[in-house]
């Protein structure tokens, strides 16, 4: 399985500023994933990111506010866009296997005040 | 539509005791089925896939399709069990774009 890295692994933020999460992979991979985990809630995805088009938002999601790049294989970067209480949240990416499962990163706590 | 239901947020049992965690589904076609586990201050893994009819830590999980189910079960719990469970659905691959249906966990807790 893929070995993925995110930065930064938690942050607390001001309401109305941005943060940019990072997620590296160690080999390359089509599909990258990313998904919201809400205290005390599951998974929700946010967005699929693959390289070399934009990416598909899920219901509630918009790139307006959740902006993503996937500028090679192995990174992609997501934004978390004038941010409110509201997002504080883990923030996680994942890549697809060789199957259809996926491989998670360990996560961006982030708390917005 | 797609939906992962997990009825249990929170199981507690006896080390050395069964442990089933229930997870059942929703999905016009033929799924797969996953098991994620989440340790303490870990990052998400995945534990089980049904297609490979493995058993992980002792953990088997066979999908049953006339029931729509994929129970996790163990027959004699550890300590070292003691996680977040996350059961997923994802159509047959190339099928849904590679997502995942995740039910919202059971944390399970084995006591000494």
């Known amino acids: 399985s893929a070995v993925i890295s995110q930065k930064p692994s938690r942050d607390i933020c001001q309401r109305g500023t941005s943060l940019t999460i990072q997620c590296q992979v160690d080999?390359?991979?089509?599909?990258m994933f990313w998904y919201r985990q809400q205290p005390g809630q599951s998974l929700t995805l946010i967005a699929t990111?693959?390289?070399?088009?934009?990416?598909?938002?899920e219901s509630g999601f918009v790139i307006d506010k959740f902006p993503i790049s996937r500028p090679n294989l192995t990174f992609s970067t997501l934004t978390v866009s004038n941010m409110s209480p509201e997002d504080s949240s883990i923030y996680l990416c994942s890549v697809g296997g060789t199957g259809s499962e996926q491989f998670f990163g360990p996560g961006t706590r982030l708390t917005v005040l | 539509a797609q939906r992962v239901t997990q009825p249990e947020k929170l199981l507690s049992v006896f080390k050395g005791a069964p442990v089933e965690l229930k997870c059942n589904y929703s999905y016009s076609g033929s799924p797969e089925l996953f098991w994620y586990v989440q340790y303490s201050r870990q990052r998400l893994q995945l534990l089980l896939r049904h297609i490979s009819r493995e058993s992980i830590k002792g953990f088997t999980a066979d999908l049953n399709k006339g029931e729509t189910s994929f129970h996790l079960k163990k027959p004699f719990a550890q300590e070292e069990d003691s996680a977040m469970y996350y059961c997923?659905?994802?159509?047959?691959?190339?099928?849904?774009?590679?997502?995942?249906?995740f039910g919202r966990g059971t944390q399970l807790t084995v006591w000494p």
């Open positions: 997923a659905l994802s159509g047959p691959r190339g099928s849904t774009l590679g997502r995942l249906y």
């Open positions: 080999s390359q991979v089509t599909m």
């Open positions: 990111a693959n390289q070399g088009s934009e990416a598909t938002y």
